[in-house]
């Protein structure tokens, strides 16, 4: 059974967990079935996604946080002085 294929696109998906290739967003799973010697590879590279994933979304959820202190900072045209409430 030829494994290259699998190896190729492992060794992708290393390389974007580890932020180096950033190239094209496509991929296609080789066409032949995924051969059982790749299993505990591909379990690891699930929990290192999965990780990832849980990462981007405390990233996203802060952004979101940031943005709703943002939306309450008065406008720069007020004469009033203005004070912000980061805690609450």
Same mark, same amino acid.
């Given at each position: 059974m030829n494994t290259a294929a699998w190896t190729s696109l492992f060794d992708r998906f290393e390389r974007e967990l580890a932020g180096i290739d950033e190239g094209d967003a496509s991929?296609?799973?080789? #066409?032949e079935p995924m051969p059982e010697e790749f299993a505990d590879r591909a379990r690891t590279l699930l929990l290192r996604q999965q990780e990832r994933i849980a990462e981007i979304r405390?990233?996203?959820d802060a952004i979101a946080h940031q943005l709703v #202190?943002?939306?309450r900072v008065p406008d720069a045209a007020s004469d009033s002085p203005a004070y912000l409430?980061?805690?609450g």
């Open positions: 991929w296609h799973p080789p #066409a405390g990233q996203q #202190a943002l939306r409430d980061v805690a």
